[in-house]
């Protein structure tokens, strides 16, 4: 396996452990709670985070903007346990894929359906971006709800 995509990997580990740590602080009680009006709810940021390595994987191979929107339409996550193992399921995947690419295959570039093109490595970095930005999102709303997060989000 390529050194920088088991970098990768192990950063999103340390993120996908906080991740969880998070979700299973949550309240379902809170799942419509959001800290502003145009910005989602807590139950709809948390349902988007866990699918964002199915979803980002989709992106990176060339889905169409109605495979997404039809893909996003079929997924909604309500459980605790669903969204932790809808978490873990993704990041496997997202796992297998990336540890079975030679070097010649992170460097081929596909295209988003908005037109941005990225070699495969670029997806990945991407994915990771993502993931971060989403999970300081998830921790901001609930130390706004006042939940006791004893989390480090960094090793």
Known sequence: MNSYVHAVIHQLEVANLTIDQMISLLDPKDFNVRLAQNKRSLGELVNHLVLIYHADLLIADGASETEMNQFY???????????????????????????????????????????????????????????????????????????????????
């Open 73 to 155: 339409a079929q997924r909604k996550i309500n459980s605790i346990e669903e969204m932790r193992s809808t978490l873990h399921a993704g990041f496997e995947a997202l796992k297998e894929r990336y540890r079975g690419y030679s070097n010649e295959q992170l460097m081929e570039l596909t295209s988003s359906y908005w037109g941005v093109s990225y070699s495969r490595f670029e997806w990945f970095l991407e994915i990771i971006a993502h993931i971060y930005h989403h999970r300081g999102q998830l921790h901001t709303l609930l130390v706004n709800l006042g939940t006791d997060l004893h989390i480090s989000l960094f090793e």
